[in-house]
């Protein structure tokens, strides 16, 4: 994958691209055999073997040496979730700073509340409701976008004026980790709980790492 | 000062409460002499002042060993510049899992945009605007409550309506990080470059500090 | 346990003990119920199974709130691995401030090299070897503890004379970390892998936690 | 530089090695300026300007979006301090799995216990007694190396005979970074406060910050 590459999710609303990147499958098997003073120059059968035995049994380390840089437009509900992962560096628009591009996001397709489990969703609402849903949707991010144009034009500072803005806003950050961490990141933000929109960028950010190191991600959970 | 103990902010719309910590000016003192072998009893004058050299020198893993366990209740736009502080411990409210206790922020007094410093507010909103303004953010917010309302009353799952709340809305967290780490977060958030709401945090987290650590943070950054 | 509570290890050469520490139980539990706006005062069975779901599924951030400092005494290869625990906080004696108070290590049995394991070691040294062994080892240490004080005496700086030191060098540290980075230092250095001084070591710990937090303890990699 | 580059230290006993990277100047006033949506292709004065900026007032966050991958050979005493440093990440040669290239670090000239200072050190040896302290360490590092090859012959665990190898033995370790975390170890690891052979190799991993990001290096701490 060349650096530049964009992978469009929401239907193109956001994105996830790769910045920057440094070393490959062979990098943590070099690190690895540092233990024991030893070095491959091409990755071969049992430098995949000694990979797929790191990740097995939680010898993390190596996968450090190892870093990516992405830029990621994801809404604000999701760029929190994102952040709660320290590992990772973030630097992202602020709205104290500009008040251009505002755009927001909008489901393709509202959930239902998951009858049970209290903090999922569901495939279920009649189209009716949907398009209801959408409408109620629509008017409310509308109606902040407009007060918070109108905010800025009577002299309001950006910094209140935002506050306004619902989390549906897109946001745009640079992102940084070492593979170990952007792997973490996947495994947890691709797990059944996650909620579909944040699963989808953290599947754009698992292409990525696969395209990079196509090893060590096939054998990562394995 | 007592755990338990709660500072009000905002007016009184938000909080900052100290749950528990551990540790003391003293603890420091004895972590650094910990190099050559010694331990104090009690602070004595010999002790803040080795205090004052290991701050103004920056020699801070010492502070590393108190620590302190907080609650905030601050809006989103300000949780948000909070939790960009990576070495601190969060859990918050998720509005995937709740939709109760929703409350939004209202500005005391709105300020307008600095002229020159693109980041910055001034209080030169004359008070006809101030009115008009706050009108226009009472029906937004107010806006996106209802909305939020109608979309879970005909069945959208939470984590699909809140997209429609505003970053003013109040949100409550755990807190928790040693004393270096919180140190830290109150030198850079009292900063004149901070956001007049998030210095106002700050200062709470700052008296809760003194309160616990007098010598330490009266010697910090002097 | 109370504060100041010392555990020897190393037949008495090497010590764990609880300098301070402040949550419990209930705290993680409180601390992941701030998710959906709950606290409870006292832990009851319904919190006791809630810590378990959150060991089981990965949810670590509550345990993050409740913090411990300890003091180690331990052999500097030893602490060698203890450090490469990054989340941990550290302060240790230094050998370019002090000369005083040089003890060794010393093996109470020298085990044999694991035929097949590289990195292991197993007890199958007959008595003659081991006692041969026995007197190798203290007549390196103790020509390494002369050479030291002799380069001291002729006014080598202690920055350099400490390089003949051997790794049996005992060493002391304070140690803090909140619960989560705790009770993975004490999966990972109790694990079989371990060598038998970390494993013993990392066990005195989990004593101090599991003295603190106990059905923490219980539940953690059930 | 390029990769693979290799800077001697300890007159050629020990090295700094650029094992790989990502990023340069621009990447920091790129993830700087994403902050109000903005993105330079080419390095003008103004990037420049604002990178004197950034690390004149502390806004370290661009830094952590360019990353560097070392390999070093530095004596135990000096990896110690170095691995002090825990946003960095190690990979380290181990004495558990492997006994082969034991080398030791010989100081090319002994100094002396500063009379004052308590941590450091002065260029006041005699030439007499700078030979006999010489004699005196060289003696211990062969008496140290000797029992260690004895213990092993007779079958003593490598992680046990370990314990008599001196603070000069030579370790190898991978190491990784995001700028921002390196240009802190080379701040406070070149300080005149800093153990010579510290201040020796993290002047080398200068060296190759500054052929990577020159402007960056140039600005930072001036």
């Not at 996968?63 to 320290?86: D, N």
């Not at 409701?129 to 007060?147: F, G, K, N, S, T």
Request: charged share 25%; glycine share 4%; with cysteine.
């Amino acid at each position: 994958m060349e650096k530049g590459h964009t992978i469009p999710i929401y239907g193109g609303q956001g994105y996830i691209s790769l910045v920057d990147y440094h070393g490959d499958d062979l990098r943590a098997v070099n690190a690895a055999r540092v233990s024991f003073g030893r070095e491959s120059q091409e990755l071969d059968e049992r430098d995949i073997k000694l990979l797929g035995y790191l990740a097995e049994h939680g010898h993390t380390s190596p996968f450090e040496h190892s870093s990516v840089t992405l830029k990621a437009k994801v809404p604000l509900f999701i760029a929190r979730q994102w952040m709660r992962h320290r590992t990772l560096s973030y630097n992202e628009i602020s709205r104290r700073y500009t008040a251009e591009n505002i755009e927001f996001w909008y489901p393709e397709k509202l959930r239902a509340q998951a009858p049970v489990n209290r903090q999922a969703s569901v495939d279920t609402l009649e189209d009716e409701i949907q398009e209801h849903a959408a409408r109620i949707y629509a008017e409310a991010v509308e109606h902040a976008d407009l007060a918070y144009q109108l905010l800025l034009q009577i002299g309001v500072c950006r910094e209140h004026a935002r506050a306004v803005l619902p989390a549906a806003l897109f946001t745009e950050f640079y992102l940084s980790g070492n593979l170990l961490n952007l792997l973490r990141f996947v495994t947890i933000r691709t797990h059944e709980g996650a909620q579909a929109e944040m699963v989808e960028a953290a599947q754009a950010v698992k292409v990525v790492l696969a395209a990079l190191f196509p090893h060590t991600v096939e054998l990562w959970n394995k």
